[in-house]
């Protein structure tokens, strides 16, 4: 849903007025929990390769995690 549509409707159904700075870090912060954000995604990949360690006595597991990356790029991960 776009922002003006988002401020509308928050307008028009409970007579809220917000500036657009604060609509689009609202919007950015739902999106962010809906779909959660890159860093939290990679720490789960870091949790999830400690847990294959601990179970699996047999099985290598070998990521590279490249840190300090561009936040208008996403983040790598090589295996």
Do not use: H
């Not at 028009?12 to 689009?24: D, H, R």
């Not at 870091?46 to 601990?54: F, G, H, K, P, S």
Request: a positive charge; zero cysteines.
């Amino acid at each position: 849903m776009p922002v003006k549509a988002m401020k509308d409707e928050l307008v028009s159904n409970l007579g809220i007025k917000a500036n657009m700075k604060k609509m689009y870090r609202a919007k950015k912060r739902a999106m962010d929990k809906l779909n959660g954000n890159y860093t939290d995604s990679y720490q789960r990949l870091r949790d999830y390769a400690q847990i294959l360690r601990q179970r699996n006595l047999d099985v290598l597991v070998k990521m590279k995690f490249v840190s300090g990356f561009d936040k208008d790029r996403r983040p790598t991960l090589q295996l």
